[in-house]
């Protein structure tokens, strides 16, 4: 039997502490693919919220004022991507690929995101417990900034520049895998703004339709926002994945 042309996963994952530590926070996402003939098209969303009553004395004890100020927002991250590959050359290894994404995360200083790319894609390894593959492509992409952080006439900036994508796949058994992503940003128009991200998981099947997803994101900016802002940003989840299709 052939597999379904397309896939669907949802999945969603958050933690939460209370007593000496109040806190939690919610991840979600959904992810799709269809392909057919020479067509593949691709979606994804996902989505990130956290609270927590805050050390607002730095004491490292969170006392009754600090309670009583109840939760305030440390965590608020909205992203999506589509994305259509035209497979070409027959052996399915090879496709040019147009995508447009859109990003918001308050806590960076990113107001609004949408970006674009066309690039390449080049399976080098395919077979079935390893994938190696390599992306080339140009990307453009549109950031609003929010304007308490930054002078109000830099609140917004425009990128241009050439995207390099390294993936890696590793299937170590019919219930455990790992993926990697490495990505490198060069923005043309400015030179030093270069862009470093990495994305990793690894996924271990429950059940036919059930499994769990580790995943770490690192996104590291050689030009941050602002001086108020770190270079490298981390984010670590832990959610159930369900497959749908």
């Known amino acids: 039997k052939p597999p379904p042309p397309g896939k669907l996963t949802a999945q969603v994952g958050g933690a939460h502490a209370a007593g000496n530590t109040e806190m939690f926070s919610v991840n979600a996402g959904v992810n799709g693919s269809y392909e057919k003939n020479s067509n593949k098209f691709i979606g994804q969303a996902g989505a990130l919220f956290g609270m927590a009553v805050s050390d607002a004395n730095g004491d490292g004890v969170l006392d009754d004022a600090e309670r009583d100020a109840g939760y305030v927002q440390n965590a608020q991250r909205v992203n999506a991507l589509v994305r259509y590959d035209r497979l070409i050359g027959g052996d399915g290894k090879n496709s040019f690929f147009v995508a447009a994404g859109y990003l918001h995360d308050r806590f960076t200083g990113i107001r609004h995101r949408p970006d674009q790319e066309l690039g390449y894609h080049r399976d080098f390894v395919k077979n079935d417990t390893f994938t190696f593959a390599g992306e080339l492509g140009l990307a453009a992409a549109e950031e609003f900034y929010y304007a308490d952080i930054v002078a109000p006439e830099d609140d917004f900036k425009f990128i241009f520049g050439a995207h390099l994508k390294l993936i890696f796949n590793v299937k170590f058994n019919d219930k455990v895998n790992f993926t990697d992503t490495i990505s ?43 001086e108020a802002y770190q270079r490298l940003d981390s984010t670590t989840t832990v959610a159930l994945v369900v497959s749908i299709l």
């Open 184 to 226: 490198i940003f060069e923005n043309f128009l400015d030179v030093p703004d270069l862009r470093i991200g990495n994305v990793a998981a690894f996924n271990a099947s429950i059940s036919q339709r059930f499994s769990v997803s580790l995943g770490h994101t690192l996104a590291w900016r050689n030009v941050p926002i602002s």
